[in-house]
T-cell receptor, first 115, second 109 residues
Framework: NAGVTQTPKFRVLKTGQSMTLLCAQD?????MYWYRQDPGMGLRLIHY???????AKGEVPDGYNVSRLKKQNFLLGLESAAPSQTSVYFC??????????????FGEGSRLTVL | DAKTTQPTSMDCAEGRAANLPCNHS???????VYWYRQIHSQGPQYIIH???NNETNEMASLIITEDRKSSTLILPHATLRDTAVYYC??????????FGAGTRLTVKP
């Protein structure tokens, strides 16, 4: 059981380049999330999805786009990378309990450097 | 969602109970309180969550005050492996899960 898998784990981009981070979960979870974490700081929510075909903005959505075409996959895209997007990106998924999101399961993170 | 406030850092002696406070004075009646922790640069790990009643699991206990304006996460017998950043989050059903800066707990031998 792989849980939440992120690819790639490391990537170096030049300013202006584009790329897509892939998050895949095999737990049949409804909710999926993308976070970024800068050095010494907490996680900040970029975008999230409460089901296939639906996405919503989080705290810091500018410069990113997402898609949830399949329930098990949540893609995070950078159309024109900027040095300010250098960060570690975490994907998470959760089921839905009676009182809200269940336990969030996180991937191992993707370290992105934009030069 | 209510904003939460936590101390920036705390120390605890190995083998002693670690009590991590969280203030959520603006919490509404339907908002849950969640606790996660992050060890080194790993993805955060779920610990526990609750609404009104105190909760306990194999990892920790969650004590929520009667007015629900604050809560305390208790690690009954802290070990060196519990050194981590601990996040307290209040969340209304269906809303996004947002992490703050958390409390950096250092367990010392």
């Amino acid at each position: 059981n792989a849980g939440v898998t992120q690819t790639p784990k490391f990537r170096v981009l030049k300013t202006g380049q584009s790329m897509t981070l892939l998050c895949a979960q095999d737990m049949n979870h409804e909710y999926m999330y993308w976070y970024r974490q800068d050095p010494g700081m907490g996680l900040r929510l970029i975008h999230y999805s409460v089901g296939e075909g639906t996405t919503a903005k989080g705290e810091v959505p500018d410069g990113y786009n997402v898609s949830r075409l399949k329930k098990q996959n949540f893609l995070l895209g950078l159309e024109s990378a900027a040095p300010s997007q250098t960060s570690v990106y975490f994907c998470a998924s959760s089921t839905i309990l009676a009182g809200g999101p269940g336990e969030l399961f996180f991937g191992e993170g993707s370290r992105l450097t934009v030069l | 969602d209510a904003k939460t406030t936590q101390p920036t850092s705390m120390d605890c002696a190995e083998g002693r109970a670690a009590n991590l406070p969280c203030n959520h004075s603006t919490i509404s009646g339907n908002e849950y309180v969640y606790w996660y922790r992050q060890i080194h640069s790993q993805g955060p790990q779920y610990i526990i969550h609750g609404l009104k009643n105190n909760e306990t699991n194999e990892m920790a206990s969650l004590i929520i005050t009667e007015d629900r304006k604050s809560s305390t996460l208790i690690l009954p017998h802290a070990t060196l492996r519990d050194t981590a950043v601990y996040y307290c989050i209040s969340l209304l059903w269906g809303n996004d899960m947002r992490f703050g800066a958390g409390t950096r707990l250092t367990v010392k031998p």
